[in-house]
């Protein structure tokens, strides 16, 4: 199951995303503030992030967006950028965001990007497994191999 965490200090907002994505089968988390998204993605590792711009606390969007992708633990999070500033998507790239819409935005155009996120997510996961499933038949067949006859 896709986990989507949904970081925004006004709550009606996270509501309303909430009910645009119900339509889904995803996991949803909230967050109120950059700092709860960091908290929040190292122990549940969303694999999408809708995050504002403008919050209180210590992290603004970006930073946090920052701090998540320099992060081992949580850089494969896909970010989309979700903000009332038109002026900032250059730094909310620069940051590692996947994605930025502006407030007001479409909520299909929304939907159909995290519909585009979520697919490379699961190309992503398929690949994984591709690869360790090609590491672990080259182990067992080195173990053959080598083997005592």
Not at 20 to 28: M, V, W
Not at 43 to 72: C, H, Q, Y
């Amino acid at each position: 199951m896709i986990k989507i965490l949904l970081v925004d200090d006004e709550k009606d907002i996270r509501k309303l995303l909430e009910e645009t994505l119900k339509r889904k089968d995803y996991e949803i988390l909230q967050a109120g503030t950059g700092d709860d998204a960091l908290v929040i993605s190292i122990k549940k590792k969303p694999d999408l992030i809708l995050m504002d711009i403008m919050m209180p606390g210590a992290l603004s969007g970006i930073e946090a967006t920052r701090n998540l992708k320099a992060d081992v633990r949580t850089k494969q999070s896909k970010v989309i950028i979700l903000t009332s500033s038109s002026t900032a998507y250059e730094e909310a790239m620069n940051a590692g965001a996947d994605a930025y819409f502006s407030k007001p935005y479409s909520p299909l155009e929304l939907l159909r990007k995290i519909d585009e996120l979520v697919g490379q997510i699961y190309l992503e996961r398929d690949e994984e497994v591709r690869l360790s499933s090609s590491h672990l038949r080259g182990l067992q067949s080195a173990r053959t191999e080598n083997a005592p006859n």
